[in-house]
């Protein structure tokens, strides 16, 4: 089973909503010059993984790659954190 309840495809508006991250300059780099070397914008690309969480977990495109992109990330949330001295989220 996939990970929303309502379907990223689902077309029933056009209906738009911002997501904001700071990310490293080295992380932006990567994923400005991947969008452009796929002829995607990088908001296309985020759009496709979330349609791809959704799916169930043995037809996700990220199949096996998403634990360890999850460690990865909680790796840099707590580093932020801990920088900024705020506490864990829960």
């Not at 990970?3 to 700071?22: F, G, I, M, Q």
């Not at 969008?35 to 959704?54: F, N």
Request: a positive charge; glycine letters at 8%.
């Amino acid at each position: 089973m996939g990970l929303a309840s309502s379907d990223v495809n689902e077309s029933t508006e056009d209906r738009y909503r911002a997501v904001h991250a700071y990310l490293s300059d080295g992380a932006h780099a990567t994923w400005q010059e991947a969008a452009t070397q796929y002829g995607v914008s990088v908001s296309g690309l985020i759009e496709a993984m979330g349609a791809d969480l959704q799916r169930p977990e043995n037809e996700r495109v990220l199949g096996p790659q998403l634990p360890a992109l999850v460690t990865r990330a909680r790796r840099i949330d707590a580093d932020r954190r801990r920088r900024r001295g705020r506490p864990a989220s829960s």
